[in-house]
């Protein structure tokens, strides 16, 4: 498969739902799709078609700065300003590292569609 191929096919499976989805709404980025689509290059791409589990985590930190990036300049409140303490920095802390094991999970959830996808174009 070509990188385009591979391209067009990730862009095909990236999931709208995930397992442990709580705070991350991808819908508050506008279009989704367009926003994943620059995502979907290197090494995004080597990631979810080879990479390893343990290769998610430098890639969901990136999404997870461009995300509440992207929160901000929509004018969209970060999720713990609806928490008990918005300003406190232990709970920041927390609401941050949650929004990046969200993004581990939705790579591993895009990896698995992918995959699957790969196996049925493959047996096509």
Same mark, same amino acid.
């Given at each position: 498969?070509?990188?385009?191929? /591979?391209?067009? %096919?990730?862009?095909?499976?990236?999931?709208? &739902?995930? *397992?442990?989805?709580?705070?991350?709404?991808? @819908?508050? =980025?506008?279009?989704?799709?367009?926003?994943?689509?620059?995502?979907?290059?290197?090494?995004? /791409?080597?990631? %979810?078609?080879?990479?390893?589990?343990?290769? &998610?985590? *430098?890639?969901?930190?990136?999404?997870?700065? @461009?995300? =509440?990036?992207?929160?901000?300049?929509?004018?969209?409140?970060?999720?713990?300003?609806?928490?008990?303490?918005?300003?406190?920095?232990?709970?920041?802390?927390?609401?941050?590292?949650?929004?990046?094991?969200?993004?581990?999970?939705? =790579?591993?959830?895009?990896?698995?569609?992918?995959?699957?996808?790969?196996?049925?174009?493959?047996?096509?």
């Amino acid at each position: 498969m070509t990188d385009e191929e /591979l391209s067009d %096919l990730a862009m095909q499976c990236w999931p709208s &739902d995930w *397992p442990g989805q709580t705070f991350v709404e991808l @819908d508050n =980025l506008g279009d989704p799709g367009a926003y994943l689509s620059q995502w979907v290059a290197e090494p995004c /791409l080597d990631r %979810l078609t080879e990479g390893e589990v343990a290769d &998610d985590d *430098p890639l969901a930190e990136s999404l997870r700065e @461009d995300y =509440l990036a992207v929160l901000e300049e929509h004018a969209f409140s970060p999720p713990w300003e609806f928490g008990d303490d918005p300003k406190d920095p232990k709970c920041i802390a927390e609401c941050q590292e949650a929004i990046r094991r969200e993004f581990v999970a939705f =790579l591993r959830a895009w990896r698995q569609n992918m995959k699957a996808k790969m196996a049925q174009v493959g047996n096509a």
